[in-house]
């Protein structure tokens, strides 16, 4: 059965920072590239960043260009999303997502950011 579990959403004040981990089972990870997304709501949800499925290639959405840093490790079947500088405006339900011909994706995890 394919999984993807994100955690380490929560409550956080502007400019502070979180990580988001997302655990993969039940399909080969390090052959999919993963990326997160995130929905607020009344939003559609939106592409946040991207990484190809060996790591090292990735890519950002302009409104978090220089802020947020995904990462992963394939030993671990883990995807990281490493958010700094955080604004009111990321507030959402952030998800991951495992890239192929059948996408997966997981629950997702509310992030809060708010004073």
């Known amino acids: 059965q394919v999984q993807l579990v994100e955690s380490g959403g929560g409550l956080v004040q502007p400019g502070g920072s979180l990580r988001l981990s997302c655990v993969a089972s039940?399909?080969?990870?390090?052959?999919?590239?993963m990326r997160w997304y995130r929905q607020a709501p009344g939003k559609e949800r939106e592409l946040v960043a991207g990484?190809?499925?060996?790591?090292?290639?990735?890519s950002y959405a302009a409104f978090v260009k220089g802020r947020f840093t995904i990462s992963r490790d394939n030993t671990k079947n883990t995807v990281y999303l490493q958010m700094n500088s955080l604004k009111a405006e990321d507030s959402a339900v952030y998800y991951c997502?495992?890239?192929?011909?059948?996408?997966?994706w997981g629950q997702g995890t509310q992030v809060t950011v708010s004073s």
């Open positions: 997502m495992a890239v192929g011909t059948a996408d997966y």
């Open positions: 039940g399909f080969t990870f390090s052959s999919y590239a």
């Open positions: 990484i190809v499925a060996a790591g090292g290639s990735r």
